[in-house]
């Protein structure tokens, strides 16, 4: 294949299980791609062909470190993008001659969107001030000049969803989409273990409200417990006429059918907030424990715990007639998402100004090194 004229690289290392990581960013890259020839750069072959049947993208894969460092040495790649903290992403970091780029696949909340991983890049797209603010009030050492706030290109082509369910349901819909279990102990803000089977058992027995039910991709992957507790949730539902199970696609299509949305501690939660509607958020917060800044985003929503958990579905009621937290969540947003204008792609074209901009940085740094 040809790909002497291609300057920037997407490495993804990680297994199909990770999909969702590069599915949201397919859209953006694409538009990226209008402008400036991409290419993937891929370890697994489930991801290679997923690729393949996806996108029209031109598409590397490298078996081993050498066959990788070979790909780069003969090839003329200005830019690298990673949109995760695989601890592959070292076997790519091996080329002295690019600029690495972190651009992440979402702004949650969590203490893991402040590694100290983030150094091994020379820099990092963060959507807003949020993001921004918590590099700098919690990493020991750094270089604030390393983050760039681009907004969340992804907003910029949120789809429509085909479910149509306010035209067959005369109901108010509610999303329940609790996040998966992390890679650790300390890293678990999902719900499903505690609050789960609870949620959705209220919401199923109620006349008022019909469910939809979205959890992360990857529930359950580390925790037998959580997984069966998902697979049971997935079967109550099937077996019920008060809701709906979806396992794919991109879960920001879902909100125009939606009237109020139950998130845990996740950058789905982040992405609502540009949807304007009510949400509530379980109380996992107890979780973060190694980080200076507070999680604002439990401002821009009512908390569940086992305090109110049993009042749940008068919380819903009250939050569709008041959504008392409009006002702050308005705020919260654009700490959060920005002042982009995402119906104007504007978020996208900052994005796609930055990439050239760094392929240009780094023509003048291996100058220098010349």
């Not at 960013?25 to 290419?39: A, R, Y």
């Not at 090839?75 to 002295?96: E, P």
């Not at 958020?281 to 979780?287: P, V």
């Not at 994005?351 to 780094?362: D, L, M, N, Q």
Request: hydrophobic letters at 40%; a neutral charge.
């Amino acid at each position: 294949m040809d790909i002497t004229d291609i300057e920037v690289a997407i490495f993804f290392a990680d297994e199909l299980e990770k999909k969702y990581q590069i599915e949201q960013w397919l859209e953006v890259l694409n538009f990226l791609n209008s402008q400036k020839k991409i290419l993937f750069v891929v370890k697994d072959r489930k991801i290679l062909h997923w690729l393949q049947d996806k996108s029209n993208f031109t598409i590397v894969y490298y078996q081993n470190l050498e066959s990788l460092t070979t790909f780069y040495s003969e090839n003329n790649i200005k830019v690298v993008l990673y949109v995760n903290n695989g601890l592959r992403n070292f076997h790519s970091l091996i080329n002295s001659r690019a600029l690495h780029i972190h651009i992440n696949h979402g702004e949650s909340d969590k203490t893991s969107t402040i590694s100290n991983q983030v150094k091994s890049y020379d820099y990092s797209f963060v959507v807003g001030n949020a993001a921004y603010d918590k590099y700098e009030q919690n990493l020991l050492k750094k270089d604030m000049h390393q983050f760039i706030r681009i907004g969340r290109p992804q907003l910029d082509f949120v789809g429509k969803s085909n479910l149509n369910i306010n035209a067959v349901v005369s109901k108010k819909v509610i999303l329940y989409a609790p996040t998966w279990e992390g890679n650790y102990s300390s890293m678990n803000f999902s719900s499903l273990a505690q609050y789960g089977l609870n949620i959705v058992l209220k919401l199923l027995s109620s006349s008022e409200y019909y469910l939809v039910y979205k959890p992360h991709p990857t529930m359950g992957i580390r925790d037998v417990y959580i997984k069966e507790i998902n697979n049971k949730i997935i079967k109550l539902i099937a077996n019920s006429t008060q809701g709906k199970v979806i396992l794919e696609g991109d879960i920001n299509a879902i909100y125009n059918s939606i009237d109020l949305a139950i998130f845990d501690n996740s950058a789905v939660a982040i992405d609502y907030l540009c949807i304007g509607k009510p949400m509530l958020m379980t109380d996992m917060f107890s979780h973060i424990k190694d980080r200076v800044s507070e999680p604002i985003i439990s401002r821009a929503s009512r908390l569940l715990s086992d305090r109110n958990l049993d009042k749940l579905l008068l919380i819903i009621d009250e939050e569709l007639k008041n959504d008392t937290l409009y006002s702050e969540r308005n705020r919260i947003k654009e700490y959060f998402l920005g002042n982009y204008d995402y119906s104007k792609k504007e978020s996208s074209r900052l994005f796609v100004s930055k990439v050239k901009e760094a392929c240009i940085e780094r023509d003048m740094l291996l100058d220098r090194l010349k």
